[in-house]
């Protein structure tokens, strides 16, 4: 049996989705009782609960990089082999704090890291302008980041989780940088109607941060949105290795998730 934290995610529902149809018995832990899950598919809404009888655990902390010592201590004990995290390219850049990779290292437990670059479902911060206006605003506009499609984050956690994988650490993006700029006329292409882009200022775009997320966390962002490093912009080859076909381009993640826009 696989547990899987943050079930109901971007990346969490595509996973519980595709080991359901691996045929797999997966446990989801969703704080959502009434989640849609396949069929089969044992929601939970605390995760220490979901661990009896787990075999493997996805282990992901929300909106931080918080160590989980009491969740790897509980899969210890409900003996959990395997533990796949869903970490961030940001531990790797120094951008972002290693505590939760330094808590599943010092767990005893056999890990593998995942640590995916920017996610091409960020782009639903612009759904309700584009429905509303046709009009994508963001700042930095023709800096350009790969940004990985969540479903592929999914496809290479399933892997790690029903192959061995242990100890490896996996750098997630997409097949090609892409900009702000190009995202909204993507979006535009899928739609088949010209849609807007609208630079903001970096004091604009914080502002807005702000509404949703720590400063701290915006100002990191902010970093790597304006002055991303080389590692930051450069596309890894570890989607295709684990996967044996390339990353999906940010068009398809928006012809996918065309509805959300229009």
Same mark, same amino acid.
Request: aromatic share 4%.
């Given at each position: ?35 849609? !899950? /396949?069929? $089969?598919?044992?929601?939970?809404? %605390? =995760?220490?609960? #979901?661990?009896?009888? *787990? ?5 992901? !902390? /929300?909106? $931080?990089?918080?160590?989980?010592? %009491? =969740?790897?201590? #509980?899969?210890?004990? *409900? ?5 796949? !995290? ?7 850049? %120094?951008?972002?704090? #290693? ?13 593998t890291m995942l640590r995916p670059g920017g996610f091409a479902s960020n782009a639903f911060q612009w759904a309700e302008s584009v429905r509303s206006a046709r009009r994508v605003a963001a700042p930095f506009g023709d800096v350009a980041l790969p940004v990985i499609d969540p479903e592929d984050i999914a496809a290479v956690a399933a892997s790690a989780l029903l192959s061995d994988r242990s100890g490896d650490v996996y750098d997630l993006t997409g097949p090609a940088a892409i900009t702000p700029r190009q ?80």
């Amino acid at each position: 049996m696989i547990t899987v934290m943050g079930a109901t995610g971007n990346v969490g529902r595509p996973l519980v989705r595709e080991l359901a149809a691996a045929g797999e018995q997966v446990t989801a832990v969703s704080r959502q009782e009434t989640a849609e !899950v /396949p069929e $089969g598919v044992r929601v939970v809404p %605390g =995760v220490e609960s #979901a661990l009896d009888g *787990a075999e493997a655990l996805f282990l992901m !902390v /929300p909106g $931080g990089f918080a160590p989980l010592d %009491g =969740v790897l201590a #509980a899969a210890r004990t *409900a003996g959990v082999g395997r533990v796949v !995290v869903l970490s961030s390219q940001g531990v790797a850049t %120094g951008r972002h704090p #290693a505590v939760l990779e330094d808590s599943v290292r010092a767990s005893g437990l056999e890990w593998t890291m995942l640590r995916p670059g920017g996610f091409a479902s960020n782009a639903f911060q612009w759904a309700e302008s584009v429905r509303s206006a046709r009009r994508v605003a963001a700042p930095f506009g023709d800096v350009a980041l790969p940004v990985i499609d969540p479903e592929d984050i999914a496809a290479v956690a399933a892997s790690a989780l029903l192959s061995d994988r242990s100890g490896d650490v996996y750098d997630l993006t997409g097949p090609a940088a892409i900009t702000p700029r190009q995202q909204a006329a993507a979006i535009a292409e899928a739609l088949g109607e010209p849609v807007e882009f609208v630079q903001r200022t970096p004091e604009e775009a914080r502002a807005a941060m702000l509404g949703f997320m720590p400063p701290e966390v915006a100002d990191v962002t902010l970093g790597i949105l304006g002055a991303p490093t080389p590692q930051e912009q450069r596309v890894s080859p570890d989607v295709s290795r684990v996967l044996g076909r390339p990353p999906r381009p940010f068009t398809e993640w928006v012809a996918r998730n065309a509805a959300a826009f229009k």
